[in-house]
Each structure stands twice: as structure tokens, then as C-alpha cells.
């Protein structure tokens, strides 16, 4: 046994004591927000179960003579044994003196997102959370004195200017705010959102001029604060440009997502925008439910929708907006919650349709009516109603009402059940497999292509990689037009998975924080040791994203000379049985936990007769094709013997990061 893997268990006993520690607590919170009269219903109590965010410990230590302007850790994703779906957020980071010991206190968990159903809550019911901390020992807000949120969970996690100030002098600083919150609004999401280029308010092009030069794919990175502007001014948006006026007169819009800031989210929204109908959905339940229902009450024009959970440890994780306009419809896939971090420092991906105008009067009542070769509004209409929510039938329509003939991608999602029958082939890993057996590459011209996959968590994949890895999911991945080709369980060569090693969360721009969103656990590594056979470097440095911590998800082929792409997915799906499934009952049903959704590219689709897409500096091909815009770079860069991937879970004293800083686990 080497050094890491002692030091690994003896961390991993340390961790198992504290979860049933923190467990306990976790159900008394519960009792106690039960015994103050809120409403759970009972389908939300079963869907729960299990549901609580992984119990994470860590916290940022100052090394000598350095500064920090870390921020806050955001997604977690799939867990340890029970295979829990991403995302969730870890325990608040907290910054310290090496010399001074704290003991180790359970944080509130981040805000994430809540549902309509559920009656408001009273303005009593806020305090059930108390503040972990003295005003002393919370981190000041990012923002400081131009703030603009004041929900209580916000104020009870930060402190601001206005609290270490005089009364006398706190009252000046009071009626010196006489702005409008959307005018501070304003100012706080162009300070923080995007500093230099990464807020199109600085951004001279408009959004759609970025969607016409990136057309016919429109796959999209997000901005990024910190790197050239270079890299911003082409084939990248942000949330704002998304939204902004000159994308359409919006009537309507809805988010899918995990995570939701809605007070930052609606100053994404132009200010004649902000007023609009506006639908959010998510899996949360109980404490992040009520405190999502807190948030929202400060807005009239939010509703909110609960993804019902059937499946225990799963999550709704797609990230999706549906974008309705006085002269037609947009769908936005993407990689990012809809919370600040998301769209400062990450590497995250996005698609935006065309815009999709309304069918003729003679053709709304059919659903077949202004279809694509590739099924997108059958399959988009099918992943709605796939919630079974009345609130979801309104967009189904609007759905329905539009032409979205000219829609080039396959939607590849996932929906928690047990899918038997046609149903076992319209979702998950299984999805592709069909897809790929439709309209996939011919099995000769690929044979000896490997699988890329690349991800920002990692599930319990199991114990063996010939039981699901190397199995079922990569048969789905290596799935050849036609007539299946012979597939070897064993070949390393035809799987290279893309992680941050450890070096790269370090050297991130957000340093060690960043790892907060790449969740790898020390109890599922330790169970699956070959992963680290598979693993290559994350480098962007084409996109100028090397330090941008991956939260994108994507899954390729790539030709032997890293010249070709036979077809591309960018999807919210990570490495997980939970997002993709597993088959069950001797492959008759897939069991899968969690709400996914994804687009795949095809090159046929967007140039006749073309095989592949092109990539990299050379083409070996003298057949046209379409480049694609990868978002990592190729040839790939495999781990060396010094590498080792990221664990989030498990300290790193002897390296400083980008910002001075050390990781480590609180003392028991």
C-alpha cells in the first residue's frame, strides 16, 4: 500500500464518523422544519429519500504572504456507493489561519431550486437556519456595499460593508442607495458577471452576430472573466447576451436547471424583460425547497415546477431554457446552473436553436406538422411530458404551435424509471445506441476510433470496468450504422476519459475552489482504480480555457490522427449510471435516476454526403467537412506517472494554488 493510499483510508475512516455526525443533525433540522408547520407533500417525502447533499468537508488555508479572492464552490455530482447524481452543493468553503484550529461546523447548503405546488411561506418561517458563525467569521460578500440581494438566506451566509459600519454612518451609506434595485442590479452583474470581456454589456457584437458566425452549429462556450478577450469575442455568450434584446421581443420564458440564484438570475434578464412570465424547474425538496419558495416570493412572475424524482438518489440536472417570442421560440441546451460562479471561471457549453417561427394556421393541430429529419420536436415534446406536469402543457403547446423543421441535432436525454420495451431505446445510453445505429458513422471507417468522453464528476461505476464502463456504455458509445460491429469488453485503447488531474484544479483560476464543482470522492475512487488507466489531461488551450475549470460534459470519437469526429454530444450527463443507466433484468429494462437532456451532432445533417466533422490544425480527408469547435484540445494529453486525478474530498498540503491557498479537510 503507497503513501496516498494509507493517508486516503485513514481520511476516509475520519469522513465516515463525521457524515453520521453531520446525518444526525441533517434529521433534526428536518424535525424541527416539519414540527414549524410546513407543507411536504406525500410524493415529495418518497421522492427525497436519500436525497440529502453528500456530506463534504473542506476548507481553504491561507499559505504566507498570499492573497485569496477565491469564490465559493458550487455542484456536486455523482456520489460514492449510491451513485447520487451531481451538483448537489458542497458545505461552504471557509478560509483560515494555519495556525488557528476551528472546529469543524456543518454550513448551509447553497440555494437550489423550488416548486409551485407548495403554499408560500410566511415570513416567520425563515429563521429556521441559524447562523453558523459569528458576523466575524463569515466571508464578505463579493459584491460588498453594491449588493443588491437581500433574502435572508443571502445575508445570513455573507456579511457586507454596512454591518462592521457605525449606525450613524450605516444610515448615510442606507440613503446613498436610493437606486433602483434593478439600476444595482445592473452594476453588480457587470462588476461580477463579467469583468473584462466576459459581460456583453462590454462586448461590442450582439448575440445573434456571435450565433450567425457560429451557425450552422451554434455550439457556443461560455465567457470567461480572467482570460484574453480574444476568447471571448468569438463563439462565446454569456447568460445576459442569451437573453438580451436583440435575440427577440420575449413573451415567456423557462429554465431547467439544478441550481437556481433567482435573484441573479433575473438581472440576467433585459430590465423590460424582467416582468415577463418566467417558469423554473427542479428536483429540489424539503429545507431547498422552502428556501427556493423564499426566494421566488420577492418575485410575482416566477412560478415554479417540481420535477417529480421516482427514483431514489436521483437529481434534475438538465440545464435547458425555452425562450418564447412574439415571432417564434428558442431552445438553449447548456452545461450551467444558473448561478453566478457557473458563468464566471468555467469552461461550460452551450447550444442555441434557430429561431423556430410559428406553423401556418392549417398546420398547428398537428404535432408531426414541422418536424426535423432528426425528430428534434417529437423528442423535445416527448422529454416535457416525460415530467407529467400541468404546468409543463402550456410549453408543450407553445411546442407544437412552432416549426422546427430546420433543427439539426438529436435531443439525448434521460428520465427517471425503469424503462422497458420501445421506452428502453428512447433514453440515456440506450438513445444513443439507437441513434447511432441509425444514422451513425459505418463501422469500417471507425473501427479503430476511441471513445472520448469528457465530464466534471464521477459516479460508483463499480468495482469491475467489464460490468458497466467497458460494457454497456461503451457498446452505446461504439455503436456503428447498420450492422453491429464486434465489440471488445477489454480495450483500453477505445475509451480515453477527460478529468482535471489534481495540477489542474490547482492552477485553475478559481484554484482549489474550483474543485468544489468536480466531484470525485476518495471512497468511489478507491473502489475503481482502472478509471485512472483511462485518464487524460483537461487542456482548452485553442479555446485559451486551460485554467477554466471544466463543468462542460462531452462525448466524441476521435480518428487516430486527431483530424476527425465521426459525431459530437454536449449533454448535462456526467460519468454516472445515474445520468446515462444501467440495464437491468438481463437487459430487458434501464434503470435510470436522474433528468438529463443533450444535443448530438451529426455531420450528414449539416453538410449531404459528409462523414466526419473536422478538427484539430489537419485533415487527412480530402472530402469537405465541416469544422467543429471542440472545446478541448487534440491531440489529447494522457496522465503521466505524477498525475493523479482530482478528488475533492481529500486534502493537498504541499502545493499552494493559483491564489496561495491550500485544501484541506476541517479538524474532527
Not at 484539430?616 to 469544422?627: C, I, M, P, R, V
Request: proline share 6%; with cysteine.
Amino acid at each position: 500500500m503507497d503513501a496516498d493510499e494509507a493517508f486516503a483510508r485513514q481520511l476516509q475512516q475520519q469522513f465516515e464518523k463525521e457524515e453520521r455526525s453531520l446525518q444526525q443533525q441533517e434529521d433534526k433540522d428536518l424535525a424541527m422544519a416539519l414540527s414549524m408547520g410546513h407543507a411536504i407533500s406525500d410524493s415529495e417525502e418518497e421522492d427525497s429519500d436519500g436525497r440529502e447533499s453528500p456530506s463534504m468537508f473542506r476548507s481553504l488555508t491561507k499559505s504566507k504572504n498570499t492573497n485569496s479572492n477565491a469564490s465559493a464552490s458550487q455542484d456536486i455530482s455523482d456520489s460514492d456507493d449510491t451513485d447520487v447524481e451531481e451538483d448537489a452543493p458542497p458545505k461552504k468553503q471557509k478560509m483560515k489561519s494555519p495556525s488557528k484550529k476551528t472546529p469543524s461546523k456543518k454550513s448551509p447548503s447553497k440555494k437550489q431550486e423550488k416548486d409551485e405546488d407548495m403554499p408560500s411561506t410566511s415570513k416567520g418561517d425563515t429563521g429556521k437556519r441559524k447562523a453558523s458563525s459569528s458576523k466575524d467569521e463569515k466571508p464578505m460578500c463579493q459584491y460588498g456595499s453594491e449588493c443588491f440581494r437581500r433574502n435572508k438566506w443571502h445575508l445570513e451566509e455573507f456579511r457586507h460593508p454596512e454591518e462592521d459600519t457605525p449606525v450613524s454612518k450605516k444610515r448615510k451609506i442606507e440613503s446613498s442607495k436610493k437606486r433602483t434595485t434593478e439600476d444595482n442590479a445592473r452594476q453588480s452583474t457587470s462588476s461580477s458577471s463579467s469583468s473584462s470581456s466576459s459581460s456583453s454589456s462590454s462586448s461590442v457584437r450582439s448575440c445573434t452576430d456571435v450565433i450567425q458566425e457560429a451557425s450552422p452549429l451554434c455550439f457556443l462556450m461560455t465567457k470567461v472573466s480572467g482570460i484574453s478577450s480574444q476568447y471571448n469575442s468569438t463563439k462565446a455568450v454569456h447568460i445576459s447576451d442569451i437573453l438580451s434584446e436583440c435575440m427577440g421581443e420575449l413573451v415567456e420564458s423557462v429554465q431547467f436547471n439544478y441550481m437556481h440564484d433567482i435573484s441573479w438570475l433575473v438581472q440576467q434578464y433585459p430590465k423590460k424583460f424582467r416582468s415577463k412570465p418566467l417558469l423554473l424547474v427542479h428536483g429540489e425538496q424539503r429545507e431547498g425547497k422552502m428556501r427556493l419558495h423564499e426566494e421566488a416570493n420577492a418575485y410575482p412572475h416566477i412560478k415554479l415546477c417540481q420535477a417529480k424524482l421516482e427514483m431514489m438518489y436521483g437529481t434534475h440536472h438538465s440545464k435547458m431554457m425555452l425562450l418564447l417570442y412574439t415571432n417564434g421560440m428558442r431552445v438553449v441546451i447548456h452545461t450551467a446552473n444558473l448561478i453566478h460562479q457557473d458563468w464566471h471561471q468555467k469552461s461550460q457549453g452551450v447550444w442555441i436553436s434557430p429561431l423556430f417561427p410559428k406553423l401556418s394556421g392549417s398546420t398547428e393541430g398537428s404535432s408531426i406538422a414541422g418536424d426535423s429529419p432528426s425528430h428534434f420536436k417529437s423528442d423535445l415534446m416527448e422529454y416535457l411530458a416525460a415530467y407529467k406536469s400541468k404546468s409543463l402543457l402550456d410549453w408543450i403547446a407553445h411546442i407544437k404551435r412552432h416549426d422546427m423543421s430546420n433543427a439539426k441535432v438529436h435531443i439525448i436525454g434521460s428520465v427517471p424509471g425503469r424503462h422497458i420495451g420501445e421506452a428502453k431505446s428512447k433514453w440515456g445510453h440506450m438513445k444513443m445506441r439507437r441513434i447511432l445505429k441509425e444514422h451513425g458513422p459505418v463501422s469500417k471507417d471507425v473501427s479503430n476510433w476511441p471513445v472520448i468522453a469528457q465530464f466534471s464528476s464521477v459516479g460508483s461505476l463499480g468495482p469491475d470496468k467489464s460490468k458497466w464502463l467497458c460494457a454497456e456504455f461503451l457498446q452505446s458509445m461504439t455503436a456503428t450504422k447498420g450492422a453491429s460491429a464486434s465489440f471488445v469488453r477489454d480495450d483500453n485503447r477505445m475509451l480515453k476519459l477527460i478529468f482535471p488531474s489534481r495540477d489542474n484544479i490547482r492552477t485553475s483560476l478559481e484554484g482549489y475552489p474550483a474543485g468544489g464543482s468536480v466531484p470525485y470522492s476518495i471512497k468511489t475512487a478507491m473502489k475503481q482504480k482502472y478509471f485512472n488507466t483511462f485518464l487524460q489531461q483537461w487542456k482548452a488551450s485553442k479555446r485559451g480555457r486551460s485554467r477554466a475549470s471544466p463543468h462542460i460534459k462531452t462525448y466524441s470519437r476521435l480518428s487516430p490522427d486527431s483530424s476527425s469526429i465521426p459525431w459530437f454530444l454536449v449533454t448535462s450527463s456526467n460519468l454516472s449510471k445515474a445520468a446515462w443507466g444501467a440495464l437491468e433484468k438481463n437487459a430487458s429494462q434501464l434503470m435510470i435516476r436522474s433528468y438529463e437532456i443533450g444535443v448530438l451532432f451529426l455531420p450528414q445533417h449539416f453538410e449531404p454526403e459528409s462523414k466526419f466533422f473536422a478538427v484539430g490544425e489537419q485533415t487527412s480527408s480530402s472530402d469537405k467537412q465541416l469544422e467543429f469547435p471542440l472545446p478541448w484540445d487534440v491531440p489529447l494529453v494522457p496522465y503521466t506517472k505524477e498525475d493523479r486525478p482530482w478528488i475533492w474530498d481529500i486534502p493537498y498540503f504541499d502545493k499552494p494554488d493559483s491564489h496561495g491557498n491550500v485544501w484541506a479537510p476541517p479538524p474532527l
